[in-house]
């Protein structure tokens, strides 16, 4: 590609009016949620804005009561042959929960790598920073420590266990943001390697105090976190939406995009090349220039004794001749020594002489 076909890309230039609003934040106790607002002048929080905080903390306790409730199959029993219950840092627990829930969408995720040589509650505050990219300054982030020596409490245990779906540990906070006036709920998930965090951390509220430097690396993933009050209030217009045909059958194509799978847009008459023709009322003519051509995606290319074009069942009388053959379009002519017309469906053999799609069924007859 030659320069002269790249864009650019320029700086913008600075705008007065461009001004990126100030955030006060806060965090409850644990840690676990974060509470933040561009309204410097006043505390006070729409009634419908707190109810949908509202149900983060709701969720947040059902979530903890639910994980801590249920036994983990993979741990080590006990000396009644119990097996323990889930903790909230347990990554398979918590993965089940935000995967399983449907309150969950998936925005983003990176590898956040960390080293200082600071350790205790200093390397606990400045990996949190890191982590949900906030610079607290002086500020105090009690909860840190404690987080942080319960994620590696809980990697310790699972590098005991006999087996485990993951050898994980994870920690999930959530981050309510009243931005401008508006709701914004995401979900921050942090998971590290059991091992590298069980090394790294000591069984308790602390991190090992180590003069050299210590690095710790973590995987960062961020959701969306649709509250429960949002889905009962849209999802009965969604839901209508979603049920109608022709989005439905967006959605199936959508699909078929992602998996790769060979589609077939239609057959198009290009007699003349500048205007391609759709092909509407399912009639095909045979000879003179008669040229047409099969629009779609993923349709392979030409290899000779595989690929293919063909009606079903074939007819000797009629041939089809191509001469290009992407993965975006077939162009063909057909050759018709019969007189009789013809009904029937156009079947294309992809080139691993196998795979077959239909191009919809025609009606061919011979132009006088």
């Not at 106790?29 to 933040?36: D, K, P, R, S, V």
């Not at 627990?93 to 935000?98: F, W």
Request: aromatic share 10%; proline share 5%.
């Amino acid at each position: 590609m030659s320069d002269t076909n790249v864009t650019k890309l320029k700086l913008p230039q600075q705008d007065p009016f461009n001004i990126e609003a100030v955030k006060r934040y806060v965090f409850n106790e644990t840690g676990n949620i974060m509470m933040a607002s561009t309204d410097e002048k006043s505390d006070t929080i729409q009634q419908s804005v707190r109810d949908v905080f509202a149900e983060v903390s709701v969720f947040f306790a059902a979530m903890t009561k639910a994980i801590s409730q249920t036994r983990n199959p993979y741990g080590v029993k006990d000396n009644k042959g119990n097996y323990p219950f889930y903790n909230l840092y347990n990554y398979d627990a918590l993965e089940a929960v935000i995967d399983g829930s449907g309150f969950f969408v998936h925005v983003n995720e990176e590898d956040v790598s960390y080293t200082t040589k600071s350790w205790g509650a200093d390397f606990s505050k400045e990996l949190i920073e890191a982590i949900i990219g906030l610079a607290t300054g002086t500020g105090e982030l009690k909860f840190a420590s404690a987080m942080l020596g319960s994620m590696g409490k809980e990697g310790v245990s699972i590098s005991g266990q006999s087996s485990s779906l993951t050898s994980k540990v994870a920690n999930v906070m959530f981050v309510c943001e009243y931005l401008l006036g508006m709701p914004v709920v995401s979900a921050i998930v942090v998971t590290a390697d059991s091992k590298v965090v069980s090394q790294t951390v000591s069984v308790g509220p602390c991190f090992k105090e180590q003069s050299k430097k210590t690095t710790m690396t973590v995987h960062k993933d961020t959701y969306m976190f649709v509250p429960p009050a949002f889905i009962k209030q849209y999802a009965g217009d969604l839901n209508s939406g979603m049920n109608d045909p022709s989005y439905l059958e967006l959605i199936t194509q959508l699909e078929g995009l992602v998996e790769r799978k060979p589609q077939v847009d239609g057959v198009f008459d290009i007699t003349n090349p500048d205007e391609p023709t759709r092909i509407t009322d399912g009639k095909l003519t045979v000879g003179g220039a008669k040229k047409y051509a099969i629009f779609g995606q993923y349709l392979g290319t030409l290899v000779t004794g595989k690929s293919a074009i063909n009606i079903n069942p074939p007819n000797p009388a009629l041939t089809f001749a191509t001469s290009i053959w992407n993965s975006s379009g077939i162009d063909f002519q057909m050759t018709y020594t019969g007189t009789d017309p013809i009904s029937a469906p156009i079947m294309i053999t992809l080139d691993d002489g196998v795979t077959q799609i239909s191009a919809g069924t025609f009606d061919i007859s011979v132009t006088t």
